[in-house]
């Protein structure tokens, strides 16, 4: 089975903070998303990458930053967190580009207070 | 623009059948695909759909009409466990998913 972990199901922070978010797959995908998902709103593509070292901006990445320097890991950073970035963040990765199912992680619940 | 709609939320009885539709505008199109999300979980996949005609697995069904630009799950023999959100996603031209905002299900014994 398809692994996805995130380092955190709940966090907490405060105003301008740094926030790193970790997500790790165990099935040696090639390609990583990070979502967010707000009630009312489909899920909305922040980053992705295709390969190590690699990421394009997806719907919204204003705020944002990603890193990928392992194929398994894929970090996204809140470089100065504020309130209007409180969502449900979501990992997911694919094996494939041309059948695009993704495996979902169990999603950070980030608070900015 | 790209535009994925579902209806918000649907209602149901248990041991009944109940189909969530999904419209779709997008950029290209190479699939179609359904995950359920259980409250506070992650989404799991339940089918995809890239040809016309419908994709029967066990309770739940899809159906898409490329021409139509319209897709729906069909879910028979309801149990509680099936309360869940639905979400609808197109894959477009770019292999990217855009996806609906989802459908709240609510099962009443």
């Known amino acids: 089975d398809v692994k996805v972990t995130q380092s955190s199901r709940y966090l907490v922070k405060r105003t301008g903070e740094k926030v790193f978010l970790e997500c790790v797959q165990d099935m040696d995908h090639e390609n990583m998303f990070w979502y967010r998902q707000d009630p009312g709103l489909g899920l909305r593509l922040i980053y992705f990458s295709y390969d190590v070292k690699m990421k394009e901006k997806g719907d919204i990445p204003e705020g944002y930053s990603v890193s990928r320097e392992k194929k398994e890991r894929f970090s996204l950073i809140l470089e100065s967190a504020s309130t209007n970035q409180t969502s449900m963040y979501l990992c997911a990765s694919s094996l494939r580009t041309d059948y695009n199912e993704q495996f979902f992680g169990p999603g950070t619940r980030l608070t900015v207070l | 623009g790209q535009n994925i709609d579902q209806p918000t939320e649907m209602t149901a009885t248990e041991g009944a059948i109940v189909q969530i539709n999904c419209t779709y505008q997008t950029s290209g199109f190479n699939g179609l695909f359904w995950y359920q999300q259980h409250a506070g979980e992650a989404p799991t996949f339940l089918s995809y759909?890239?040809l016309d005609g419908l994709e029967e697995k066990g309770r739940f069904s899809s159906f898409l009409s490329r021409s139509k630009g319209y897709s729906y799950l069909l879910l028979k023999e309801l149990q509680m466990k099936d309360s869940a959100s639905y979400l609808c996603a197109v894959e477009d031209s770019n292999y990217q998913l855009i996806w609906g905002a989802g459908t709240k299900l609510i099962i009443k014994p």
């Open positions: 759909n890239v």
